[in-house]
């Protein structure tokens, strides 16, 4: 199993500003997953970021908006840029220790931009 | 393209009732199916996992069955309780280290 850890657990920011999520693993893993929730929606994934490789985004997801650091096997941040009200979400980090098996998620980063 | 839907998207029990939850996926080219728990406002707890090539697993009250053929899987949740409140998304894993999610049955279990 794996134990999660994501800072901050929630945030009130002013549009325009920017945000980094840090989310800390207990074990190293190669693949660290990043999604976002909107209100009353389910999971999106983000991006996926690997040690030592740039973020891999999904459609729709831009590195300019969404930046992701992944400086070691137990640590990454996500940055969300230029931040407007349809920013607030829920976005949380995920791991697999072991690939393509289960997914372990963070407690999340509640958003909210005004 | 992968679609992954659950029904029903609300539930309304009285405590100690049993109930089955569905998910249902278009591909059937599945690593693996999970199904987690999420409360308001937080983040997502691995309840179940099953691989591929299993047809079920159990945790405690809690079975989850898989049938890759149909592209179905339901939770079954024995003796409900208002602790089990919450809303409960099913995750299909395929290639490349991507899930799909459902949107989630959200689940009152009424004292």
């Known amino acids: 199993s794996a134990v999660i850890s994501q800072k901050p657990s929630r945030d009130i920011c002013q549009r325009g500003t920017s945000l980094t999520i840090q989310c800390q693993v207990d074990s190293q893993v190669t693949m660290m997953f990043w999604y976002r929730q909107q209100p009353g929606q389910s999971l999106t994934l983000i991006a996926t970021?690997?040690?030592?490789?740039?973020?891999?985004?999904e459609s729709g997801f831009v590195i300019d908006k969404f930046p992701i650091s992944r400086p070691n096997l137990t640590f990454s941040t996500l940055t969300v840029s230029n931040m407007s009200p349809e920013d607030s979400s829920i976005y949380l980090c995920s791991v697999e220790v072991v690939r393509n098996t289960e997914a372990f998620f963070g407690q999340g980063t509640r958003l909210t931009v005004v | 393209k992968q679609e992954v839907t659950q029904i029903p998207a609300a539930l309304s029990v009285p405590e100690g009732e049993n109930l089955v939850l569905n998910c249902s996926f278009t591909d059937s080219a599945i690593y693996n199916l999970q199904w987690f728990r999420q409360d308001p406002g937080k983040g997502l707890t691995s309840l179940l996992l099953i691989q591929s090539s299993q047809r079920e697993q159990t945790s405690g009250r809690l079975n989850a069955s898989l049938d890759k053929s149909s592209g179905r899987s339901t939770l079954y949740i024995a003796a409900s309780q208002p602790g089990d409140s919450a809303t409960y998304l099913c995750?299909?894993?395929?290639?490349?280290?991507?899930?799909?999610f459902g949107s989630g049955t959200k689940l009152n279990v009424k004292p």
């Open positions: 995750a299909v894993l395929y290639n490349f280290n991507k899930f799909y």
């Open positions: 970021a690997n040690q030592g490789s740039e973020a891999t985004y």
